[in-house]
C-alpha cells in the first residue's frame, strides 16, 4: 500500500468542521483482499488494537465496525478507524473519519480528524505498518507507535498557555490561528486583529515587560507605593556578597537579577558555606539580586487586565520514600506520571536532576543514593517553580482581600496588562500584615498551565480570562467577512459587493479568481479564489471588511480560511469539476458549495438563490437568517418567504424589488444598471440581486446603494474579464471567463442581443474536465457560433497537449465545416487570429484563460494601429 498524495484540511472542509487529513490511497493488491477473504486477520488485529471493539462505524453501536472487520471491508475503511484510535489511545482526542470509494481501481480517498500534523499523519503510517505485520502473521505491539504518536503530539503542539487561550478563542468563536510553529496566536481579523504570544499580547507595555525583567527595578518600583518587598539588593561579585549578607542577616535568597522561570533561584540559605556555594553556581551570571528569606508559602497570583483571576500555593517537587528505593529512583518513577512531560508540554514538568537538585539534598543531609523510610517526604528543591517539577494547589477562593488588592496594584503600578505576581505569605485566609509576606517578583508573560491544570483544587479559566479582555465578542474582533461561492458569477459578484461596501475612511479588502485587492490596490494577481488569498485580506491590519471569493477548489485543498462568515452567498451549482478529489457527483458537489451557509454565524446572512433548486435547499442547513433572490416574481420559494414576511430580493416586471418584514419596496429598474447590458445579461441581474442583498444586511442604505449600483461599470477598471464590451474598427468584441456549460449559456444567451454579422468565438476548455463536459461545451459552441479559433490553456491540469483541443474539434466538426474550425493553441495568437478572420460587423467572443493575454492582444493591436497610421502619415508628408 502507498499514499500517493496527502492534504491537512485546516479550516471548515466538506468532511468536517474540524482540521481533517485527506489523502489518497493506493492499496494495491489489497484491492482483491478484504479483511474477510484474508485468514485469521481480524481475530489478530482486534488482539493487537483490542479498543477497536468500541467503534460504531456507521452503524450507530459499539462493535459495529467489528461487525463491517467480519463481514468484509477495505484497507482504507481500517487505516482509517485504526489512525483515530491509535492518536485516542496516545491521550488525543479525536473521533470523526470518513472512506470514500474513487472510480479508479484501488484508490481510496481517506479522511480522519487530526490535532497536530505531525502526530495525525504517522498514525496512519503506524497504522499501515501495523496491518502488513497483522497480514504476514507476525507479533505486533501497538505500545511503540502508541508513545511515537504522543511523543510528536507534545513536542509539536502548542503549550499548554497558549493553547488555554487559542481554546478559550475557540469557544467563543474569536477567529484564532498559529502563527507558523511558533507560539505566536493572531486573534481576530483584519483591522481588529491583535496577537498573543503565550501570554504576552499585542497590548502588553514594552517598557513594562523590561521593568518586570528587571528584578531590582520591579522592587524599586513596588516599595515607592508601599507594596510590601524583601529587603535587599544587587551584588556582582563575592566581596559585595559577604558584606550585604552580614547586613541583612540569615536566612537569605540569591537570584539572577534577569532571572525567569525559577532557574538559578537558592532559597533559605542558612550559612556563609551554603551562600558561597549557591553563588558558585552563578558564577557566569553578572548580577544578581541578595534579599533576605521570608518563611511560608510561595503563592502565584495571576492578574488579567487589573483583575485578580486566579491564585495558586506552589509546592517544590518531592518524594516520598518507600523504603528500598533510592532517591534518584524515586524521581525518575515520578516522572513517569503521564502528567509529567519535558518542558511546558504537559500540566506538570518532570523532576529534574541536576546540580540544584543535589545541592537541596545535601543541605538536608541526603544525596541521590540514599534510600529513604516509608513515608517520609523528602523536597528537592528549594523553589516552587513549576518549570522545575514543582506542583500547584487553587487557592483562589481562600485568597483574603488585602492580599488581592497588593496582586492588582502590584501589577498596576509595573504596567502589565497580564501579569503574574509572586509572593511569599504565611497565611494567605488572613489580613495582610506588615513582615508576614512580601511580594517577590512581578512576572510579564506568566504561565498559566498551574491554573488550568491544577495539581489539585478548581481549574480557573485564565485563557478565557485574557480572551474577554481583549474582545468584548465576536464582532469587537472579527471584520464583516463576506463568502461567495458558486459555479458561476462569483468573481463579479465580488466585485459588485466590495464597490458597494467602499465608502470614506473604510478599506474593503477583497479576493477573487483574478487577484487580492487591499482597497483599490491589487497585491496579488492570478486565480486567487483560494483560502491563502483569504488569508492575505483577513490578516491585512488595514481592511475593514473582506469580501472573498471561495472556489471549491480551495475547499478541497485545505477547507476554508474563516471558521464563520458574516453574510454567505451561494450564486448556483451545475456540473462543473466532476472527478476530482473524490467529488465524483452533483449531489458531492453541493454538499461542498453547502459547507459555506452551514458557517455563517447565527447572526448572520445566507444569501441563496431562488431560482437554483439546489442552492435554495441550502437554506435548511444555516444557522444564519435566510435572505432569497430570484428573477422571478412569482417563484414559488419567493412567494413562500414573503408570506412569512422573510427578507428577498427579486425582479417583477423591470424593477428589481426588495421585500422584508411584509413591506414591498421598489428599488430601481434593473435595465438602467450598468453592469446588466440594458437587462440583457440576465447572469448580471442574478449577481447583482445578491450583492444588494449582501450589501444591504450590512447596513449600506438604498440611497447610496443606487448611486453605487450606477458607478460600477463592466469594464476594463472595475469588472476586468466579466463580459467587457469593447467597440472596434466596426466589430464587437466581448471578453469573458466562462470556462464550463453553465457559463457558456449565459454567455450566448446575453450576446445574442448584440446585432452582428457573424459571431467568432476564441475558446479552449479546462484540462480537469471530464470528457463528456468538454463535449458538452463543444457542443454549445457549434450550436451558436459561426467560426470558431480553438485555442489550448497554458495549464493542461493534467492533460496532454492538443488533447483537450482535439475534444473540441471532433464535436465541433458536427456543426461547422473545416474552413471555419481553426486551430491556434496559443491563446494571445488565437485572438489574433479571429481578429484577423473578421471584417466589419462581426462580434467576436475571446473567452480567455489568462486575463493577461487579452491585455496583449489589445496593446498589440494598438501598436499596430499606430504604426499603420504612421506610415500612412510619412507617406502623406513624402507627397
Same mark, same amino acid.
Given at each position: 500500500?502507498?499514499?500517493?498524495? @496527502?492534504?491537512?484540511?485546516?479550516?471548515?472542509?466538506?468532511?468536517?468542521?474540524?482540521?481533517?487529513?485527506?489523502?489518497?490511497?493506493?492499496?494495491?493488491?489489497?484491492?482483491?483482499?478484504?479483511?474477510?477473504?484474508?485468514?485469521?486477520? +481480524?481475530?489478530? %488485529?482486534?488482539?493487537?488494537?483490542?479498543?477497536?471493539? +468500541?467503534?460504531?462505524?456507521?452503524?450507530?453501536?459499539?462493535?459495529?465496525?467489528?461487525?463491517?472487520?467480519?463481514?468484509?471491508?477495505?484497507?482504507?475503511?481500517?487505516?482509517?478507524?485504526?489512525?483515530?484510535?491509535?492518536?485516542?489511545?496516545?491521550?488525543?482526542?479525536?473521533?470523526?473519519?470518513?472512506?470514500?470509494?474513487?472510480?479508479? /481501481?484501488?484508490?481510496?480517498?481517506?479522511?480522519?480528524?487530526?490535532?497536530?500534523?505531525?502526530?495525525?499523519?504517522?498514525?496512519?503510517?503506524?497504522?499501515?505498518?501495523?496491518?502488513?505485520?497483522?497480514?504476514?502473521?507476525?507479533? @505486533?505491539?501497538?505500545?511503540?507507535?502508541?508513545?511515537?504518536?504522543?511523543?510528536?503530539?507534545?513536542?509539536?503542539?502548542?503549550?499548554?498557555?497558549?493553547?488555554?487561550?487559542?481554546?478559550?478563542?475557540?469557544?467563543?468563536?474569536?477567529?484564532?490561528?498559529?502563527?507558523?510553529?511558533?507560539?505566536?496566536?493572531?486573534?481576530?481579523?483584519?483591522?481588529?486583529?491583535?496577537?498573543?504570544?503565550?501570554?504576552?499580547?499585542?497590548?502588553?507595555?514594552?517598557?513594562?515587560?523590561?521593568?518586570?525583567?528587571?528584578?531590582?527595578?520591579?522592587?524599586?518600583?513596588?516599595?515607592?507605593?508601599?507594596?510590601?518587598?524583601?529587603?535587599?539588593?544587587?551584588?556582582?561579585?563575592?566581596?559585595?556578597?559577604?558584606?550585604?549578607?552580614?547586613?541583612?542577616?540569615?536566612?537569605?535568597?540569591?537570584?539572577?537579577?534577569?532571572? &525567569?522561570?525559577?532557574?538559578?533561584?537558592?532559597?533559605?540559605?542558612?550559612?556563609?558555606?551554603?551562600?558561597?556555594?549557591?553563588?558558585?553556581?552563578? /558564577?557566569?551570571?553578572?548580577?544578581?539580586?541578595?534579599?533576605?528569606?521570608?518563611?511560608?508559602?510561595?503563592?502565584r497570583f495571576t492578574v488579567v487586565n487589573g483583575e485578580l483571576i486566579a491564585a495558586s500555593l506552589r509546592l517544590p517537587p518531592y518524594v516520598i520514600g518507600n523504603g528500598k528505593d533510592s532517591v534518584r529512583s524515586l524521581i525518575e518513577e515520578e516522572n513517569k506520571n503521564p502528567l509529567r512531560g519535558e518542558g511546558h508540554e504537559k500540566?506538570?514538568?518532570?523532576?529534574?536532576?541536576?546540580?540544584?537538585?543535589?545541592?537541596?539534598?545535601?543541605?538536608?543531609?541526603?544525596?541521590?543514593?540514599?534510600?529513604?523510610?516509608?513515608?517520609?517526604?523528602?523536597?528537592?528543591?528549594?523553589? !516552587?517553580?513549576?518549570?522545575?517539577?514543582?506542583?500547584?494547589?487553587?487557592?483562589?477562593?481562600?485568597?483574603?482581600?488585602?492580599?488581592?488588592?497588593?496582586?492588582?496594584?502590584? !501589577?498596576?503600578?509595573?504596567?502589565?496588562?497580564?501579569?503574574?505576581?509572586?509572593?511569599?505569605?504565611?497565611?494567605?485566609? !488572613?489580613?495582610?500584615?506588615?513582615?508576614?509576606?512580601?511580594?517577590?517578583?512581578?512576572?510579564?508573560?506568566?504561565?498559566?498551565?498551574?491554573?488550568?491544570?491544577?495539581?489539585?483544587?478548581? !481549574?480557573?479559566?485564565?485563557?478565557?480570562?485574557?480572551?474577554?479582555?481583549?474582545?468584548?465578542?465576536?464582532?469587537?474582533?472579527?471584520?464583516?467577512?463576506?463568502?461567495?461561492?458558486?459555479?458561476?458569477?462569483?468573481?463579479? +459578484?465580488?466585485?459588485?459587493?466590495?464597490?458597494?461596501?467602499?465608502?470614506?475612511?473604510?478599506?474593503?479588502?477583497?479576493?477573487?479568481?483574478?487577484?487580492?485587492?487591499?482597497?483599490?490596490?491589487?497585491?496579488?494577481?492570478?486565480?486567487?479564489?483560494?483560502?491563502?488569498?483569504?488569508?492575505?485580506?483577513?490578516?491585512?491590519?488595514?481592511?475593514?471588511?473582506?469580501?472573498?471569493?471561495?472556489?471549491?477548489?480551495?475547499?478541497?485543498?485545505?477547507?476554508?480560511?474563516?471558521?464563520?462568515?458574516?453574510?454567505?452567498?451561494?450564486?448556483?451549482?451545475?456540473?462543473?469539476?466532476?472527478?476530482?478529489?473524490?467529488?465524483?457527483?452533483?449531489?458531492?458537489?453541493?454538499?461542498?458549495?453547502?459547507?459555506?451557509?452551514?458557517? @455563517?454565524?447565527?447572526?448572520?446572512?445566507?444569501?441563496?438563490?431562488?431560482?437554483?433548486?439546489?442552492?435554495?435547499?441550502?437554506?435548511?442547513?444555516?444557522?444564519?437568517?435566510?435572505?432569497?433572490?430570484?428573477?422571478?416574481?412569482?417563484?414559488?420559494?419567493?412567494?413562500?418567504?414573503?408570506?412569512?414576511?422573510?427578507?428577498?430580493?427579486?425582479?417583477?416586471?423591470?424593477?428589481?424589488?426588495?421585500?422584508?418584514?411584509?413591506?414591498?419596496?421598489?428599488?430601481?429598474?434593473?435595465?438602467?444598471?450598468?453592469?446588466?447590458?440594458?437587462?440583457?445579461?440576465?447572469?448580471?441581474?442574478?449577481?447583482?440581486?445578491?450583492?444588494?442583498?449582501?450589501?444591504?444586511?450590512?447596513?449600506?442604505?438604498?440611497?447610496?446603494? &443606487?448611486?453605487?449600483?450606477?458607478?460600477?461599470?463592466?469594464?476594463?477598471?472595475?469588472?476586468?474579464?466579466?463580459?467587457?464590451?469593447?467597440?472596434?474598427?466596426?466589430? +464587437?468584441?466581448?471578453?469573458?471567463?466562462?470556462?464550463?456549460?453553465?457559463?457558456?449559456?449565459?454567455?450566448?444567451?446575453?450576446?445574442?442581443?448584440?446585432?452582428?454579422?457573424?459571431?467568432?468565438?476564441?475558446?479552449?476548455?479546462?484540462?480537469?474536465?471530464?470528457?463528456?463536459?468538454?463535449?458538452?461545451?463543444?457542443?454549445?459552441?457549434?450550436?451558436?457560433?459561426?467560426?470558431?479559433?480553438?485555442?489550448?490553456?497554458?495549464?493542461?491540469?493534467?492533460?496532454?497537449?492538443?488533447?483537450?483541443?482535439?475534444?473540441?474539434?471532433?464535436?465541433?466538426?458536427?456543426? %461547422?465545416?473545416?474552413?471555419?474550425?481553426?486551430?491556434?493553441?496559443?491563446?494571445?495568437?488565437?485572438?489574433?487570429?479571429?481578429?484577423?478572420?473578421?471584417?466589419?460587423?462581426?462580434?467576436?467572443?475571446?473567452?480567455?484563460?489568462?486575463?493577461?493575454?487579452?491585455?496583449?492582444?489589445?496593446?498589440?493591436?494598438?501598436?499596430?494601429?499606430?504604426?499603420?497610421?504612421?506610415?500612412?502619415?510619412?507617406?502623406?508628408?513624402?507627397?
Amino acid at each position: 500500500m502507498k499514499i500517493n498524495k @496527502v492534504k491537512y484540511l485546516t479550516g471548515p472542509n466538506y468532511y468536517s468542521y474540524k482540521p481533517t487529513i485527506w489523502l489518497e490511497l493506493d492499496i494495491e493488491h489489497f484491492e482483491e483482499l478484504p479483511s474477510n477473504k484474508i485468514p485469521g486477520f +481480524t481475530d489478530r %488485529l482486534l488482539e493487537a488494537m483490542p479498543s477497536l471493539y +468500541t467503534h460504531t462505524c456507521s452503524r450507530g453501536y459499539e462493535g459495529g465496525f467489528v461487525e463491517r472487520l467480519r463481514e468484509g471491508t477495505w484497507m482504507g475503511h481500517i487505516l482509517e478507524h485504526m489512525a483515530i484510535e491509535l492518536q485516542s489511545l496516545a491521550g488525543i482526542d479525536v473521533k470523526r473519519g470518513k472512506t470514500v470509494t474513487s472510480e479508479r /481501481k484501488g484508490i481510496y480517498y481517506v479522511t480522519f480528524r487530526y490535532e497536530e500534523k505531525k502526530s495525525g499523519i504517522y498514525a496512519f503510517e503506524a497504522a499501515m505498518e501495523i496491518v502488513e505485520a497483522v497480514v504476514d502473521g507476525q507479533p @505486533v505491539s501497538i505500545e511503540p507507535y502508541v508513545k511515537k504518536i504522543e511523543a510528536l503530539y507534545f513536542a509539536n503542539k502548542l503549550g499548554p498557555s497558549t493553547e488555554a487561550v487559542y481554546k478559550a478563542a475557540y469557544e467563543r468563536m474569536i477567529p484564532v490561528e498559529q502563527i507558523d510553529d511558533d507560539s505566536i496566536l493572531r486573534l481576530g481579523t483584519g483591522r481588529k486583529q491583535k496577537r498573543m504570544e503565550a501570554t504576552m499580547s499585542s497590548e502588553t507595555s514594552f517598557l513594562a515587560v523590561e521593568y518586570a525583567c528587571d528584578k531590582e527595578m520591579t522592587k524599586r518600583m513596588l516599595d515607592e507605593v508601599s507594596l510590601p518587598v524583601p529587603e535587599g539588593c544587587v551584588i556582582s561579585n563575592e566581596e559585595e556578597l559577604l558584606e550585604e549578607a552580614e547586613h541583612l542577616g540569615y536566612p537569605l535568597v540569591l537570584k539572577p537579577i534577569n532571572g &525567569r522561570q525559577g532557574q538559578g533561584v537558592s532559597t533559605n540559605i542558612q550559612s556563609k558555606d551554603e551562600l558561597l556555594s549557591a553563588f558558585d553556581q552563578q /558564577k557566569d551570571v553578572d548580577k544578581l539580586i541578595l534579599e533576605r528569606y521570608y518563611p511560608g508559602d510561595d503563592y502565584r497570583f495571576t492578574v488579567v487586565n487589573g483583575e485578580l483571576i486566579a491564585a495558586s500555593l506552589r509546592l517544590p517537587p518531592y518524594v516520598i520514600g518507600n523504603g528500598k528505593d533510592s532517591v534518584r529512583s524515586l524521581i525518575e518513577e515520578e516522572n513517569k506520571n503521564p502528567l509529567r512531560g519535558e518542558g511546558h508540554e504537559k500540566p506538570m514538568t518532570k523532576i529534574p536532576i541536576n546540580e540544584s537538585v543535589k545541592q537541596y539534598l545535601n543541605q538536608a543531609g541526603f544525596d541521590l543514593d540514599t534510600v529513604v523510610e516509608y513515608g517520609r517526604v523528602i523536597p528537592l528543591l528549594g523553589n !516552587a517553580n513549576l518549570s522545575t517539577g514543582g506542583l500547584a494547589i487553587d487557592v483562589t477562593d481562600q485568597v483574603h482581600p488585602s492580599y488581592r488588592e497588593i496582586a492588582e496594584s502590584s !501589577a498596576k503600578t509595573i504596567g502589565l496588562d497580564i501579569a503574574g505576581i509572586d509572593m511569599i505569605i504565611d497565611d494567605i485566609k !488572613a489580613e495582610f500584615k506588615p513582615g508576614r509576606a512580601a511580594v517577590l517578583e512581578v512576572n510579564a508573560a506568566p504561565g498559566i498551565r498551574m491554573h488550568h491544570y491544577p495539581s489539585s483544587g478548581t !481549574a480557573r479559566d485564565v485563557g478565557g480570562a485574557i480572551i474577554d479582555y481583549l474582545f468584548k465578542d465576536y464582532r469587537d474582533a472579527a471584520i464583516p467577512t463576506v463568502a461567495v461561492t458558486g459555479t458561476n458569477g462569483k468573481t463579479t +459578484t465580488v466585485r459588485l459587493i466590495s464597490h458597494f461596501l467602499q465608502q470614506s475612511g473604510k478599506t474593503i479588502g477583497m479576493a477573487h479568481s483574478d487577484g487580492v485587492y487591499i482597497g483599490k490596490r491589487c497585491v496579488d494577481k492570478g486565480d486567487c479564489s483560494g483560502p491563502g488569498s483569504a488569508r492575505k485580506v483577513l490578516h491585512h491590519p488595514e481592511v475593514d471588511a473582506a469580501v472573498l471569493e471561495t472556489a471549491r477548489g480551495g475547499m478541497l485543498r485545505e477547507g476554508t480560511a474563516f471558521r464563520y462568515c458574516d453574510v454567505g452567498i451561494v450564486t448556483n451549482v451545475s456540473e462543473d469539476h466532476l472527478g476530482l478529489d473524490g467529488i465524483e457527483t452533483m449531489e458531492e458537489l453541493i454538499k461542498l458549495k453547502r459547507l459555506i451557509p452551514e458557517i @455563517v454565524r447565527p447572526e448572520g446572512y445566507s444569501i441563496l438563490n431562488a431560482d437554483d433548486e439546489a442552492v435554495a435547499d441550502m437554506a435548511g442547513y444555516t444557522k444564519g437568517s435566510v435572505v432569497f433572490t430570484s428573477l422571478k416574481v412569482d417563484n414559488p420559494i419567493i412567494q413562500k418567504h414573503m408570506e412569512r414576511k422573510q427578507e428577498c430580493w427579486y425582479v417583477q416586471d423591470d424593477w428589481i424589488m426588495h421585500a422584508k418584514d411584509g413591506q414591498v419596496d421598489r428599488f430601481m429598474k434593473y435595465a438602467d444598471i450598468p453592469i446588466t447590458f440594458n437587462g440583457y445579461a440576465q447572469h448580471n441581474v442574478s449577481n447583482l440581486l445578491q450583492a444588494l442583498a449582501s450589501a444591504h444586511v450590512l447596513g449600506v442604505s438604498y440611497e447610496m446603494l &443606487r448611486t453605487k449600483a450606477m458607478s460600477f461599470f463592466p469594464d476594463f477598471l472595475q469588472s476586468p474579464g466579466r463580459f467587457n464590451k469593447i467597440d472596434q474598427d466596426g466589430r +464587437t468584441i466581448v471578453i469573458d471567463y466562462a470556462h464550463n456549460t453553465a457559463g457558456l449559456k449565459a454567455i450566448y444567451n446575453t450576446v445574442r442581443a448584440i446585432p452582428c454579422e457573424r459571431l467568432i468565438t476564441a475558446v479552449s476548455a479546462p484540462g480537469d474536465r471530464l470528457n463528456e463536459d468538454i463535449r458538452n461545451m463543444a457542443d454549445i459552441i457549434g450550436k451558436e457560433t459561426d467560426i470558431v479559433v480553438i485555442k489550448e490553456d497554458e495549464n493542461l491540469r493534467g492533460r496532454k497537449p492538443k488533447e483537450v483541443a482535439a475534444i473540441l474539434d471532433e464535436v465541433l466538426s458536427k456543426h %461547422l465545416p473545416s474552413n471555419e474550425r481553426i486551430i491556434e493553441l496559443d491563446e494571445r495568437k488565437a485572438f489574433q487570429v479571429a481578429w484577423e478572420s473578421s471584417q466589419p460587423g462581426d462580434l467576436l467572443l475571446f473567452l480567455y484563460d489568462t486575463f493577461s493575454s487579452v491585455e496583449s492582444f489589445f496593446k498589440d493591436n494598438k501598436q499596430q494601429k499606430r504604426k499603420i497610421i504612421e506610415r500612412k502619415y510619412r507617406k502623406t508628408s513624402s507627397l
